[in-house]
């Protein structure tokens, strides 16, 4: 079954720390790049970052640059993000999902359900 | 790089309805355009990536295309279904960054 499966999600205090996992099934997880995207309550979409197959690219947003780091490790078909210095702007729902290709910008075909993270101030 | 969509749009059932994507600058064309539906409470689904490419299972009801001339994609739904109403997501990408539209709330009347 192709899926992919976040989770590592929770309740998290201002300048705290989570790592979110995401575990891909059904395809051969390292022909794709990878990213993760967010969404904050009631609002819309917001790109996070992506890496490549390899793991040899990778790049982030502005907005959580320095805090976020994408990794990946192709063995275990699993996807990281693990977040530093989180703050109150970071609650949202994150979800992986797969890139359509070998590149990073024929865009996202497969998401997985998203996993909540809530950061209380 | 802004991706500009409608706040919402509306149809009627079997009808057709398009979606427009607008970038502020430069030329759309130079880099993929997607779409992705997302209907209340669930997660993100794809109907269109890399301008106009369907993912399996993904009905042909759903196309994408882009218009130069205009610098803008667009999403047209044609027969449309009441479960076609759900907020729909341009994105395309500036340089090495992804950038999302603000979301366009279909409504199947």
């Known amino acids: 079954q192709v899926q992919l499966v976040e989770s590592g999600g929770g309740l998290v205090k201002s300048g705290g720390s989570l790592r979110l996992s995401c575990s891909a099934s059904g395809f051969t997880f390292r022909d794709h790049y990878m990213t993760w995207i967010r969404q904050a309550p009631g609002r819309g979409l917001e790109w996070i970052s992506y890496?490549?197959?390899?793991?040899?690219?990778?790049n982030v947003a502005d907005s959580v640059k320095g805090r976020f780091t994408v990794s990946r490790n192709n063995a275990k078909t699993s996807l990281y993000l693990q977040m530093n210095n989180l703050r109150a702007e970071d609650t949202a729902i994150y979800h992986c999902?797969?890139?359509?290709?070998?590149?990073?910008?024929?865009?996202?075909?497969?998401w997985g359900q998203g996993i909540m993270v809530t950061v209380s101030s | 790089f802004i991706l500009t969509q409608p706040h919402s749009v509306s149809g009627s059932p079997g009808k057709t309805v398009t979606i427009s994507c607008t970038g502020s600058s430069g030329n759309i064309a130079t880099n993929y355009v997607q779409w992705y539906q997302q209907r209340p409470g669930s997660a993100p689904t794809t109907v269109v990536f890399g301008d106009y490419q369907r993912p399996s299972g993904v009905p042909d009801r759903f196309s994408g295309s882009i218009d130069r001339a205009s610098n803008s994609a667009s999403l047209t739904i044609s027969g449309l279904k009441t479960e076609d109403e759900a907020d729909y997501y341009c994105?395309?990408?500036?340089?090495?960054?992804?950038?999302f539209g603000g979301g366009t709330k279909l409504t199947v009347l």
């Open positions: 994105q395309s990408a500036d340089g090495s960054t992804w950038v």
């Open positions: 999902a797969r890139v359509a290709s070998g590149e990073a910008d024929v865009g996202a075909d497969l």
């Open positions: 890496i490549s197959g390899s793991g040899t690219f990778k």
